[in-house]
């Protein structure tokens, strides 16, 4: 098996090999890992009567192959389509933020919003944290959702990604107010959240004031203003907080947080709730989803993720899609 791993070093593209049939047919699930982390998972044709390649996480020229690709010789493997080809389901638009502050008189400030789209009414909203953005993992959990069949929206916030403005404007009651219009431009009559870290706490704080949501989910929440408390005390002493990637951090943001204590939720929050964390979380205390599953007073799903840290590992990624969809079945149905 070496040999089908070799490759020319110098080739950055995402490669997708013709595995003998007696391999593709042994009922095993085969990952092949790639440098710069480019995955290729090859799904054994025995167990639904076809084959399949998907490639997430690859160069962004390249998507999984489909009926329309090319296929390789003595294959039942398809070559990928072009990415905007496999994607032709999602498309993005520009959300206008009405009521914010742009500096200017012209026109309002908008957000990136990309709608993976399924033949359903049901709705999957996912919510990014701090200084995240809707891509990568985002990008894999919508096309899991579109699989359940979940017409699934992803989204920039103000300062981040493709989105306008900037980062130290993107305050908590600003991510409230455009997770608020993007839920609006598509209008759907009911949805369910995810949100994962700071994610969370605006999934959270929407769900226990927006009818229309009928389950959150949320990964490594952040439920308690003390996970910035080394932030804010430079804040206070210095007047900003600057990380290591430049985005930037003012009062405007505590003085938000503190706005919006998660005792708010707590008083109001009644749909079903999942929480999932990792047992190695740095940034996010996992001991504050313990409390939080303590505290609600609705059914509230809590899984520990052994080993994982605030950023989950690849197979802690697929894990949480696993459950988080299992969840679904039960809390969105």
């Not at 085969?30 to 160069?59: K, M, N, Q, W, Y």
């Not at 998507?63 to 999602?90: F, Q």
Request: with cysteine; proline share 5%.
């Amino acid at each position: 098996m070496a040999d089908l791993f070799s490759r020319d070093p110098r080739d950055r593209r995402p490669t997708i090999l013709a595995l003998p049939v007696s391999c593709r047919r042994s009922g095993l699930f085969l990952e092949v890992l790639f440098e710069l982390e480019e995955r290729a998972t090859l799904t054994p044709i025995g167990r639904a009567g076809h084959s399949r390649t998907d490639l997430a996480g690859c160069d962004k020229r390249f998507a999984d192959s489909s009926p329309n690709g090319t296929a390789i010789p003595g294959t039942s493997i398809s070559r990928p389509r072009p990415l905007l080809e496999r994607d032709e389901m999602s498309q993005t638009h520009r959300v206008p933020i009405t009521g914010a502050e742009t500096g200017t008189d012209t026109e309002p400030p908008t957000v990136a919003a990309v709608h993976h789209e399924a033949e359903s009414d049901d709705w999957l909203v996912f919510c990014h944290g701090l200084r995240s953005d809707k891509s990568g993992s985002y990008e894999q959990r919508c096309r899991r959702a579109v699989d359940a069949g979940y017409n699934a929206v992803r989204f920039d916030y103000r300062g981040c990604g493709e989105s306008d403005g900037t980062f130290i404007e993107s305050t908590l009651e600003a991510r409230l107010t455009d997770l608020r219009h993007v839920v609006d431009y598509f209008d759907p009559d009911s949805y369910v959240l995810f949100g994962s870290s700071f994610g969370g706490k605006v999934a959270l704080h929407t769900a226990a004031v927006d009818d229309r949501v009928t389950a959150v989910a949320t990964r490594a929440p952040v439920t308690t203003a003390g996970t910035f408390d080394e932030y804010r005390a430079t804040v206070e002493r210095d007047g900003e907080w600057t990380f290591d990637t430049g985005e930037r951090l003012d009062h405007r943001f505590f003085d938000a947080l503190d706005r919006h204590p998660f005792d708010d939720v707590v008083a109001t929050l009644s749909v079903p709730v999942a929480i999932f964390h990792g047992s190695d979380d740095a940034v996010v205390d996992p001991a504050d989803s313990f409390d939080t599953a303590k505290r609600l007073e609705t059914d509230v799903c809590l899984e520990r993720f052994a080993g994982e840290g605030h950023r989950f590992s690849r197979a802690g990624e697929r894990r949480l899609r696993d459950r988080l969809f299992g969840w679904l079945e039960w809390a969105d149905r």
